[in-house]
């Protein structure tokens, strides 16, 4: 068989998926404890949490250590706005010292004026140039976070973008390895086609071809189902 | 759609189809590769780019992937029309109907 360069593409597939991924499971499990340390780094913090947001409208919380992050990072999601968006957005880290005072996010900083904080530190989560996400800690208490937590912030975010980022390669595998089943079990069903025209009208592998693809293109129908047409007998071609 | 005897011809306007329709070339390469298709995604992206020479057979085979693509990309948003008068399609018998797109 010529299918030297397909081995290009299956030798990266099965490298990638033996390279030991994390489950999602256990990539937020390991950026929670990141976010308890950050969590206890702040005096009376209120918590602290990770956000997975992408361009195409992908925004979850991660590792949350508590209820209060999720209600807050929800708003955000909701709005369309907040500091960690903007932390993910601008890729830099953004503070609120006094969401009474802060004027940037202005429906966010209504909306959270019910709950037990009151300033807020996100950096972004970044790996290898691809922007995943944002790390955050929420205070309920006026400027609570200085040079030095931003600092601290960007140290934790890197380990903690290097999980998440590891976490969604896993998943885009996923679905890559179903599409790739799919192509595969359609590429059997054209293949066998092709066995059946040769042998039922005397032509050759490629004439088969010509023979399929002008079906499909004058039935509007797709290649492979004409093929399925074909092996099941339904067409006199 | 036109035929091309010409492989640099064949090769552009295809990458342009799928430009024009947001195709990516993985997309592309995946449904190639289920027509049989025999070259690897590099190959395809070097040929699509002018860079690497594809025999007719496979070009074709690039070329239905292309197609059958852009025939699955949800129909494009049309304007509608007021309640008063007839609709279009009472004015006219169905032998006069647009093709599907």
């Known amino acids: 068989m010529d299918n030297l360069p397909l081995a290009n593409e299956f030798a990266a597939l099965t490298g990638q998926m033996a390279g030991g991924f994390l489950t999602e499971e256990n990539a937020s499990k390991a950026v929670q404890s990141l976010a308890y340390v950050l969590k206890d780094s702040v005096p009376n913090s209120a918590g602290a949490g990770a956000s997975l947001i992408n361009g195409r409208g992908r925004r979850e919380s991660a590792g949350a250590t508590d209820p209060v992050v999720l209600q807050a990072d929800k708003l955000q999601y909701e709005l369309g706005q907040g500091p960690c968006l903007s932390a993910w957005a601008e890729q830099r880290a953004v503070i609120i010292g006094d969401t009474r005072q802060e004027t940037r996010w202005p429906e966010w900083t209504a909306a959270v004026a019910d709950l037990p904080l009151r300033s807020v530190l996100s950096a972004p989560l970044t790996t290898e140039g691809r922007r995943i996400g944002a790390l955050k800690v929420y205070s309920p208490f006026p400027q609570a976070f200085d040079a030095h937590s931003v600092f601290l912030i960007e140290r934790l975010a890197a380990p903690a973008a290097i999980v998440l980022g590891n976490a969604r390669d896993r998943e885009a595998m996923q679905r890559l390895s179903s599409q790739l089943v799919e192509a595969l079990a359609k590429r059997d069903m054209i293949s066998r086609a092709e066995g059946v025209l040769i042998e039922r009208m005397s032509i050759t592998s490629r004439e088969a071809f010509t023979v399929m693809l002008s079906a499909s293109r004058e039935e509007d129908k797709p290649l492979h189902a004409v093929a399925r047409e074909i092996v099941s007998g339904m067409t006199n071609q | ?101």
């Open chain 2, 1 to 101: 759609m036109e035929a091309f005897d010409e492989p640099d011809e064949q090769a552009q306007a295809t990458r342009e189809a799928m430009e024009e329709a947001g195709l990516p070339i993985s997309a592309v390469w995946i449904r190639y590769f289920s027509f049989t298709g025999t070259a690897g995604e590099y190959e395809i992206d070097a040929y699509l780019n002018g860079s690497m020479a594809l025999p007719a057979h496979e070009r074709d085979l690039v070329a239905h992937a292309v197609n059958e693509l852009i025939k699955e990309l949800p129909p494009r948003r049309m304007a509608p029309y007021s309640k008063n008068g007839t609709k279009p399609s009472q004015e006219r018998g169905p032998s006069q109907e647009d093709k599907a797109f």
